[in-house]
Each structure stands twice: as C-alpha cells, then as structure tokens.
C-alpha cells in the first residue's frame, strides 16, 4: 500500500510569506506526528495528533506554528510570517494505534525561506 | 538540551567491515529505542528497535546492544556493504499505552562504507 505523502516536496517562501505543508497518513493510522529537521541534525518533535485531536503541540517553536487535522487523516502544518531560522525539512510521521510499534516517516517538505 | 546523545558524527568503514554507532541517554523513563536509516532525500525508515528488557537484538547484520545500568546503546552494523551509507539516527520514547509517543532523535552519524 502506500506510504506517507508529504507535499509540496520543496517550498520557497519569502521571508514574511506564509506557507502550508500537507501530510496524507498512511491509511487507517490513528497517531500523526510533524517533526522539523534542520541541516545536519536529527529530527525535532513539532506536534502530535491521535485521530483529530492535537494531543501535545509542545515541540512547536513559536505561535507562528500551528497544525491541525480536522478529520484525523490529512494534516496540515501552517507557518505565518515565515522567517529564514524556519528553513528545514518539516517530517511528518504516521503510526497504526495498537498492532504495530513503528512510526513511518514521509520522504518530508523542505523549505527554504529567503 | 539533547535527550539522546550520539557518536561518532560520521564514520568511515571499509566494506565487509563492521560500523559501531552509540548512543546515550539520560531519561530513566525511556523503554523504546529504535534505530532509523535515512538516505538523502527520503524520510527515516525503521531499521531495528529493541526495550529494555533485553541487552541485545539482533536482525541479519543490524545488532543492537542495550546497557541499562550505562543508559547506553549502540547499533552494531556487521559485513558493512556500500549500500548501508546512509545516515543513522539513534532515538528514545515513552511507549504511553497502546501508540507510541514523540521521539528524541540523536544527532545523527553519517556513515560511508567504502567499496
């Protein structure tokens, strides 16, 4: 079956733009997650969704930041005022709730604010 | 302040070799530590995991080996082929209930076998 899709790919965005990046789930999983990951480093947790209800959004940087999943599949991850510290790869994950223990990463959204 | 700290930042190993990556942390109430491959331009993918109530797994040539008492773990990668360079993120959760919870990744290790 599928994967996790992430789109757009890649985003250019002028310093004060703001930009949205979609994730579609893998089908059927409960458990969302967005994690940014800047140049050279790890993934860092954004936010967390079980169904549609946003269960620890304590990962995001700023009230720039702002995520939702309004029918407990897609999510969208939204960026006001975009700044050029915001430049990275935005991950988002998806997990089944009970039967399995893995996160499935999507290939991400990589932006670049200039 | 990093949740899980990892070594070495890249690491050259010549083919049928074997790659050594540690990993450790700090939070007693971590009991899920998996271990993600990430080529460039695609997401992390699930390499192997292992909890604390076992010191080591092993599948094919990927052998984790958990010290509970060190809070250290480390990814064991035996007969090392070109096709294992890759990035390798180590990473640490709270299982809460039946899902898993956010993870802390380490740094990352890049590692390049060479043919």
């Known amino acids: 079956g599928a994967g996790v899709s992430q789109s757009p790919r890649y985003k250019v965005a002028k310093r004060g733009q703001d930009v949205a990046l979609r994730c579609d789930p893998i089908?059927?999983?409960?458990?969302l997650f967005w994690y940014q990951q800047a140049l050279g480093q790890g993934p860092e947790f954004l936010t967390y969704f079980q169904n549609e209800a946003q269960l620890d959004k304590s990962g995001l940087p700023s009230d720039r930041f702002f995520a939702e999943r309004p029918e407990g599949s897609v999510s969208t991850l939204k960026i006001q005022r975009t700044q050029q510290e915001d430049s990275a790869v935005y991950l988002c994950a998806s997990s089944f709730a009970s039967t399995t223990d893995t996160q499935y990463f999507g290939p991400g959204t990589r932006l670049t604010v200039l | 302040q990093q949740q899980v700290k990892q070594s070495p930042q890249s690491l050259i190993v010549q083919k049928g070799g074997i790659s050594i990556i540690n990993c450790a942390y700090e939070?007693?109430?971590?009991?899920?530590f998996p271990w993600y491959q990430q080529f460039p331009g695609k997401g992390p993918a699930l390499l192997i995991a292992i909890r604390p109530d076992v010191s080591e797994k092993k599948e094919g040539r990927f052998t984790i080996s958990f010290n509970k008492s060190a809070k250290q773990f480390s990814l064991h990668i035996m007969d090392s082929q070109p096709g294992d360079s890759a990035t390798y993120f180590c990473a640490a959760t709270i299982w809460r209930g039946s899902t898993l919870g956010r993870l802390y990744f380490g740094r990352g290790t890049q590692l390049t076998v060479w043919p």
């Open positions: 089908s059927g999983h409960v458990s």
């Open positions: 939070n007693t109430a971590f009991d899920y």
